[in-house]
């Protein structure tokens, strides 16, 4: 007995894996999204050293956080971005992309490429369920 056959008449045959097979996909690509940018700062990624421009606070649903904007130059040209947590006039490492310098963050952040790859080791068996399924009861529809 499958999801299908437990949840009846509530929903269309085949409708579970067919959401399988749509989260499998949503999966794949989210964790194609994740390390691609991580891999492109690994490849591409300079340093350079940042100042903190202003700073204030953002109310949150349970406690005020500080957004801080800062600012680099590259080659005579003034680039900027923003973090958390950090006061007016302080320095810090950033990271950018060289051809794209305005595509930056803070050093050693948002370290997305090991949730990439755990997204994509979690898909690849659903987007194989999902396809199996999918033609097994595509299968049952048309005999």
């Known amino acids: ?81 923003q973090t958390e947590g950090l006061s007016t006039d302080q320095t810090l490492t950033v990271e950018y992309l060289a051809n794209s310098p305005s595509t930056n963050r803070v050093a050693g952040t948002q370290d997305w490429y090991p949730l990439g790859l755990t997204l994509l080791l979690v898909s690849i068996p659903m987007f194989i369920v999902g396809t199996f399924l999918f033609r097994r009861n595509t299968d049952l529809l048309t005999d």
């Open 1 to 81: 007995m499958d999801l299908d056959d437990e949840l009846g008449d509530q929903l269309p045959a085949g409708c579970n894996s067919i959401v399988i097979f749509v989260v499998a996909v949503i999966l794949v690509v989210s964790s194609i999204v994740f390390g691609i940018r991580d891999i492109q700062f690994k490849m591409a990624g300079k340093t350079a050293s940042a100042t903190v421009t202003s700073s204030w606070e953002r109310p949150t649903d349970d406690k005020m956080i500080r957004i801080s904007d800062y600012e680099f130059e590259i080659d005579g040209r003034t680039y900027s971005g």
